[in-house]
């Protein structure tokens, strides 16, 4: 998990061992083109 990744879910209150573990969240992500990578936006616990 990528530094913005793991910052992202404690600002949800989501602990890194939960997503590791398979708590279910939502996760929102952003495509950036010019890297050709996804970005974690948030996630958050589903209810």
Same mark, same amino acid.
């Given at each position: 998990m990528? %530094?913005? @990744?793991?910052?992202? !879910?404690?600002?949800? #209150? &989501? @602990? +890194?061992?939960?997503l +590791?573990?398979?708590?279910?969240v #939502? @996760?929102? %992500? !952003? %495509?950036?083109?010019?890297?050709r990578r !996804?970005?974690? &936006?948030?996630?958050?616990? &589903?209810?």
């Open positions: 990528s %530094w913005h @990744a793991d910052e992202r !879910a404690e600002e949800r #209150e &989501v @602990a +890194v061992w939960q +590791v573990d398979g708590t279910e #939502e @996760a929102i %992500w !952003a %495509w950036l083109p010019e890297s !996804a970005m974690l &936006v948030t996630l958050y616990f &589903v209810e």
